[in-house]
């Protein structure tokens, strides 16, 4: 089955800078490499998400990358606001090749803005 | 409009007893996922739906668990005699299939095993 790890586990960066989250993988088929945020209590988020024909996507302040010879994928968030603070999950699908697989989630980033 | 419901929201049981937990997903979407969260981790993939049948059942744990969606739309997971470490909140997704993998997900039911 697909091993996802996910670096760092805690982040703390001030209000404004950057944050990066990667996420490393080991099914070579999976083909779908979404970002979830979580904060507590409350259901995962799908915040941006890249298919494996694609190296990066930008969503305003949010953008992904996409390594798929190197098999990981990061996070990027630029400017970032206190509302950014919550828990950040990568979750490569299964190596159906399908696109539809269920997901297998990476232990998670805890992303503390600190203002 | 309206987004992935779960029904109840919190389950307390006794170990060994039956419960059943419930999905609506978002209108007209065909594929309809179950995953378990414990506290601290990663949600964990259980079952997936595509229409009424289970394309991939490979991450149910044991045979207490069986899902059910019988008219593509609906989902019930049920866990029989159940024991203290099913505890856990029972997340459930869906997305539109037909090329699309965005996964939805619900608030959760939060199911504690006394």
């Known amino acids: 089955g697909e091993n996802v790890e996910q670096h760092p586990s805690t982040l703390s960066v001030q209000e404004g800078d950057s944050a990066v989250i990667k996420c490393t993988y080991s099914?070579?088929?999976?083909?779908?490499f979404p970002w979830y945020k979580q904060e507590l209590g409350k259901r995962p988020q799908l915040i941006i998400d890249?298919?494996?024909?694609?190296g990066e996507k930008k969503d305003q302040r949010i953008a992904v990358t996409l390594n798929k010879t190197a098999k990981h994928f990061s996070l990027h968030i630029t400017e970032t606001q206190p509302e950014d603070s919550a828990v950040y999950f990568c979750?490569?699908?299964?190596?159906?090749?399908?696109?539809?697989?269920?997901?297998?989630f990476g232990k998670g980033t805890h992303l503390i803005i600190q203002p | 409009g309206a987004g992935v419901s779960q029904t109840p929201s919190n389950k307390v049981t006794e170990k060994g007893k039956y419960v059943e937990l419930r999905c609506d997903p978002i209108?007209?979407?065909?594929?309809l996922y179950w995953y378990r969260q414990s506290l601290g981790q990663g949600p964990e993939f259980l079952i997936y739906?595509?229409?009424?049948?289970?394309?991939?059942d490979s991450g149910l744990p044991n045979d207490r668990f069986f899902a059910v969606r019988p008219e593509g739309s609906v989902s019930t997971l049920k866990i029989q005699r159940t024991e203290r470490g099913d505890s856990a909140v029972y997340l459930c997704?869906?997305?539109?299939?037909?090329?699309?993998?965005?996964?939805?997900f619900g608030p959760g039911t939060r199911l504690t095993v006394t």
């Open positions: 997704a869906s997305s539109p299939g037909a090329g699309s993998y965005e996964q939805y």
């Open positions: 209108s007209g979407h065909t594929a």
């Open positions: 099914d070579s088929a999976s083909n779908y």
């Open positions: 739906f595509q229409g009424t049948g289970a394309a991939d």
């Open positions: 979750a490569p699908n299964g190596g159906s090749g399908g696109g539809a697989d269920g997901l297998t």
């Open positions: 890249i298919r494996s024909n694609v």
